[in-house]
């Protein structure tokens, strides 16, 4: 039973970090500018919209920012972990043989060495 919870969290973890790097290189400038965008819509809806330029606007603009990549962070680590799932319970239905009869058995895909025959 260990053997097989390893096969799954392993390929969820590295689906996170793939995920964040996927993160790093196509989510983080689209959350920025989409959550500015928020922050600017939501600016405007409460203090009037031609913005001024105030302290409480910037406020209002920073923290879309920092919600929009927070949001985006998120939803690429979650798809990443959820691929790295699915692609570690498939290889553990896969190779479910193997890991129930151990690597020892007629099962394996390792070959038996030839002992003087």
Request: a positive charge.
């Amino acid at each position: 039973m260990k053997a097989k919870s390893r096969i799954t969290i392993l390929p969820t973890l590295i689906g996170s970090g793939v995920g964040f790097v996927s993160f790093l290189v196509f989510g983080a400038l689209h959350g920025v500018v989409y959550g500015g965008y928020m922050g600017l819509i939501m600016a405007g809806a409460l203090l009037g919209t031609p913005v001024e330029p105030g302290i409480l606007s910037r406020i209002l603009i920073g923290g879309g920012m920092v919600l929009g990549v927070v949001v985006t962070l998120f939803f690429f680590l979650v798809v990443g972990a959820l691929v790295g799932t699915v692609i570690g319970y498939a290889y553990s239905l896969f190779f479910k043989k193997v890991i129930e009869h151990g690597p020892e058995s007629e099962m394996s895909v390792q070959p038996k060495p030839d002992l003087g025959k």
